[in-house]
């Protein structure tokens, strides 16, 4: 099966704006928790020990696995349904 351009387009648009909005609510909700975990994801928990904690490396991984299948799913989900079209 071949990808239409513009159809994988919108839909990649749509996913990351579904993502984008749910990530500001998270943020409003949760701030200081939104933070610790930003600060996991992009290991800028410890910059003034210039080290890295291996759990806060296990938090972010686990993050990252998490935030793409969400990603992938969703997605799949939409590209599939507009497949049908």
Same mark, same amino acid.
């Given at each position: #099966?071949?990808?239409?351009?513009?159809?994988?387009? @919108?839909?990649?648009?749509?996913? =990351?704006?579904? +993502?984008?909005?749910?990530? !500001? %609510?998270?943020?409003?909700?949760?701030?200081?928790? $939104?933070?610790? +975990? #930003?600060? *996991? %994801? $992009?290991? !800028?928990?410890?910059? !003034?020990?210039? $080290?890295?904690?291996?759990?806060?490396? =296990?938090?972010? +991984?686990? +993050?990252?696995?998490?935030? $793409?299948? =969400?990603?992938? *799913?969703?997605?799949? *989900? =939409?590209?599939? @349904?507009?497949? @049908?079209?």
């Amino acid at each position: #099966m071949q990808l239409k351009a513009s159809k994988f387009a @919108r839909e990649a648009a749509g996913v =990351i704006g579904l +993502l984008y909005a749910a990530c !500001t %609510l998270f943020v409003y909700l949760f701030p200081a928790f $939104s933070a610790q +975990l #930003m600060g *996991w %994801l $992009s290991h !800028t928990q410890n910059l !003034t020990e210039r $080290s890295v904690v291996f759990g806060e490396f =296990i938090g972010g +991984l686990v +993050l990252a696995l998490v935030y $793409s299948y =969400i990603a992938a *799913w969703l997605f799949a *989900w =939409i590209f599939n @349904r507009a497949a @049908r079209d």
